[in-house]
């Protein structure tokens, strides 16, 4: 018997559309052709989507130290994150007002999910402008403006 629990792996999907899970280490998933999933649970993964139109999910807490996850990220790619640990509410745009670009707009109130578009970094808030650190949870590779409040949903 092989067991994987206390090294990290690396999942590789096909053509199909493909849920890729880690374990706690730092994984690799990695989508094919089709729509896949690749879930950046705990860990510092690098979470890679492949050609289709890929939704990376987040469904752990997010700790600036044992997971922030790098995103290889596509145009058409979307972000799921877990209503578990994501306080965000779902609008006919995405995350709405809960959105904003670090780098050209100001936090708000409403502001959880902070994008630095210089830098890459995804950070989560739980009170916007109030007196709380965000949180870094994630790194977009080749850090652009292909973040947008309608590239996000709540799961």
Do not use: H, W
Request: hydrophobic share 35%; with cysteine.
């Amino acid at each position: 018997m092989l067991n994987l629990k206390d090294r990290a792996i690396e999942r590789v999907g096909n053509a199909g559309q493909n849920s890729l899970f880690g374990n706690a280490q730092d994984n690799v998933p990695k989508g094919g052709a089709g729509r896949d999933t690749p879930f950046g649970n705990r860990g510092n993964d690098r979470l890679v989507g492949g050609k289709g139109q890929d939704t990376y999910a987040f469904e752990m807490q997010p700790d600036a130290e044992t997971n922030v996850d790098a995103l290889v990220f596509r145009s058409n790619d979307r972000v799921a994150l877990s209503d578990r640990f994501f306080d965000l509410e779902q609008t006919n745009d995405g995350i709405g007002k809960a959105f904003t670009n670090i780098t050209t707009g100001t936090i708000g109130e409403d502001s959880r999910i902070l994008y630095d578009q210089d830098t890459g970094e995804v950070f989560y808030d739980t009170d916007g402008s109030g007196g709380d650190d965000a949180v870094l949870c994630a790194r977009v590779a080749g850090s652009s403006d292909i973040l947008t409040a309608d590239g996000f949903f709540v799961f």
